[in-house]
């Protein structure tokens, strides 16, 4: 069975400061990793999408690494606004099925 | 493009009642995924739908069903509600490949009382 952890469970940075959140997970048979994120009370809004084949993906101020072999990723938030606050999930492709972790929700101080 | 819509957003109902709750897929995916998401469990999968047919289905009771239209549309069913059935029901769609990116609707929130 698929675990999926995020660490840390929460993150509070001033503004401006650069974001690193981790996510591993235990079963490296996956199709890709997808990176979420939530506002409270709100679905999800899909932010990168890695390919098992692929190590990096790119979006403006966000970058995500995926090491499928030891079964982590990174994702990067550089120059973090207020705006940025929210959890942060990600999830694993496998048999037709996403697994998530639990998220890091992160506090931006203006 | 329109994206995925959940409909009810909210609803409200007692213990031992029963919920349909449906989601539109966005125009051309085929593929579409129920989640549950409470604070205790996090982001629960429940079934994946594909041309109608049930692909997957998570580790929930019998008393949570769903199906899949001919349009793609799907709606998922939970029989003889129960306190912890309370939660955000999430649905996402996709073009239905193990690649392809999954986008999700805003979800309906369900309480039981």
């Known amino acids: 069975k698929q675990e999926v952890t995020q660490i840390p469970a929460a993150l509070s940075v001033p503004e401006g400061e650069n974001l690193v959140l981790n996510c591993s997970f235990t079963d490296s048979a996956i199709y890709n990793l997808q990176w979420f994120r939530q506002d409270p009370g709100k679905g999800l809004t899909s932010l990168l999408l890695?390919?098992?084949?692929?190590r990096e993906q790119t979006s403006g101020r966000l970058n995500a690494s995926l090491d499928k072999s030891s079964g982590r990723s990174t994702l990067y938030i550089a120059a973090s606004q207020p705006g940025d606050s929210a959890t942060y999930l990600c999830a694993v492709r496998d048999d037709y099925k996403l697994s998530f972790g639990a998220g890091t929700t992160v506090t931006v101080r203006a | 493009k329109a994206g995925v819509t959940q409909t009810p957003r909210y609803l409200i109902k007692t213990r031992g009642q029963q919920v349909t709750l449906s989601c539109s897929p966005i125009s051309g995916h085929r593929s579409v995924s129920w989640y549950q998401q409470t604070p205790g469990q996090g982001l629960q999968f429940l079934f994946e739908y594909f041309s109608e047919t049930q692909r997957n289905k998570g580790n929930f009771p019998g008393r949570f069903s769903g199906r899949q239209f001919s349009n793609s549309r799907s709606e998922m069913n939970v029989s003889t509600l129960e306190l912890g059935d309370s939660a955000l029901y999430l649905c996402?769609?996709?073009?239905?490949?193990?690649?392809?990116?999954?986008?999700f609707g805003p979800g309906t929130r369900l309480t039981v009382l």
């Open positions: 890695i390919q098992s084949s692929q």
């Open positions: 996402a769609s996709s073009l239905g490949g193990p690649t392809d990116t999954q986008y």
